[in-house]
């Protein structure tokens, strides 16, 4: 149906940064919201930032300055530009991205799609 790709997570050092990416695929008639959230051990899945398809963007106050999200709407592709990182920064991010899917009848739906996460780890 609808696809997301998750990729660029890996091991950093504290102050380092790093880029994720994420490729939406499939039967897909347009792409509204796209948003990265993130989900560290033992705590909750939280929004970390989040862009509109008309470039809008807003940010956990957490990573505000240090992050920045951004999209190419010819790739269906958004970013998250991470620098400064802190080890607290650590955990599987996952994106996600509201999407008019096209069905069998090939009239448009909405459909909340989710990526599988990539890994980021902030340590020395």
């Known amino acids: 149906q609808v696809q997301l790709v998750e990729s660029g997570g890996g091991l950093v050092q504290p102050g380092g940064s790093l880029r994720l990416s994420c490729a939406a695929s499939g039967r897909i008639f347009s792409i509204n919201d796209m948003a990265w959230y993130r989900q560290a051990p033992g705590k909750q899945r939280e929004l970390v930032a989040r862009?509109?398809?008309?470039?809008?963007?807003n940010y956990a106050d957490s990573v505000k300055g240090r992050f920045t999200i951004s999209r190419d709407n010819a790739k269906n592709t958004v970013y998250l530009e991470m620098n400064s990182l802190k080890p607290e920064d650590t955990a599987v991010y996952y994106c996600n991205a509201l999407v008019q899917a096209i069905h069998a009848m090939g009239v448009p739906y909405p459909y909340n799609a989710w990526g599988q996460g990539t890994q980021l780890t902030v340590s020395s």
């Open positions: 862009i509109t398809s008309g470039g809008s963007t």
